[in-house]
């Protein structure tokens, strides 16, 4: 093994190669940009199969092999390869051609239209993959046009159904074309550079993420007339066990990727900030730092923790009757190593109402997967890639959300996210990821192309 560092110096040694002519370049990134976002691959249906044609074309007139492999003719998944000698094992780079469905109504410009004004491209997806998508397609077109040595194979995959209905997509791909998709090493979407009143904060990269989960809660009682209030009444007995169970702060506990993104935080943040953050495992500031996260940091207070979010409440069918029956859907984001039955235990304890059950609510489930490494050579040269591109710290950190990297992770690979520059304050007003107004700076996508080149070819040239 190479000491820390030498494999320092073989990144920022690979950063220093020749560099494409990015003019050409940016103008060739934005036609396949635009052309990808105007494809309606809304999820469902999802439609994948029109956008995986449209790559498979453009990588076939590059040279380089591309096939379309799918477990529904419309769902496609894009997979393509370019070989190196072999003395390292494959690198993967991913994205997904699929997005969430929109309101039209709501748009300013047409979701789907590309629209470019003011710096900006609008559209579905132009944050919600497909700049990842777009990046990796561009340099996959670079490595070929170069003919750059690599010392792995670079695997490049479009995949289908990740916001909805992974079983066409990341399950189907891992199940059916393991062989073909099998890496050491990916980098797909999670991460992101934050930018806060025009300045560069953080970038982030994403070496885990939260599970999914769903618990119902179930409350039954005797059914009445409306007229004659019960204090057994099952929505009230559903409503105290909502409410207990919201406000409940379970165990906190961190992994190698919170503890460091904590620590890093503290380090670029205000005194006060800091001192919450280096604060959260001191036993008499814990409480008081749990509630600052829980009211203005939630975030933070779900990394920390096992979260559960109540989403869906049903109950009665008419006005004059009091049902004998509600229930309630809990969203639940478990920690990585998160045994659910133990922790379904500890919900019943904090409910204590034998009259509410605890039931575990079927959903599209990812597995367990534990954090990828921190100390070796793809995490360095994403943090120069980083320092050199952005002039950023990079945090790793644990999505609260889920991605299909955890199909992948499942698998041994490690793996890390990565995404363009977004502004802290675009969320709030509505143009963010999965908003009504999405979209990205025309800037940050050709500067992401460029981060994406580099740290590709470091680590695989």
Known sequence: MKPAFLLALTGLAAFAQAQPDWTKVEAETLQHFQALIRFDTQNPPGNETAACEYIKKVFEAEGIPAKIVALEPARGNVIARLKGNGSRKPLLIMGHTDVVKVDPAKWKHPPFGAVREGGYIYGRGTVDDKDNLVAAMMTMILLKRLNVPLSRDVIFVAEAGEEASTRVGIEYLVNNHWPEIEAEICLAEGGSVMRRAGKVRFATVQTAEKIPNGIRLVAKGPAGHGSR????????????????????????????????????LATISTPEEAARYTGILDAQKAPAITEYFAVNEPGHYSMLRTSISPTIIRGGYQINVIPSEAEATLDVRALPDEDMEKFRDLVRQVINDPQVEVVTESRNQRPKAPPSQLGNEVFRILEEGNRKHYGAVTLPQMSTGATDMAFLRAKGVQCYGIGAMVDEEDGPKGYGAHSDQERILESSLRQFVRFNWDVVTAIAR
Request: without cysteine.
């Open 229 to 264: 209030p019960l204090r057994t009444n099952a929505v009230v007995r559903l409503s105290r066990a909502v409410e207990k169970v919201a406000m409940w702060n379970p165990p906190m506990r961190l992994n190698d990727t919170t503890r460091y993104y904590f620590e890093r």
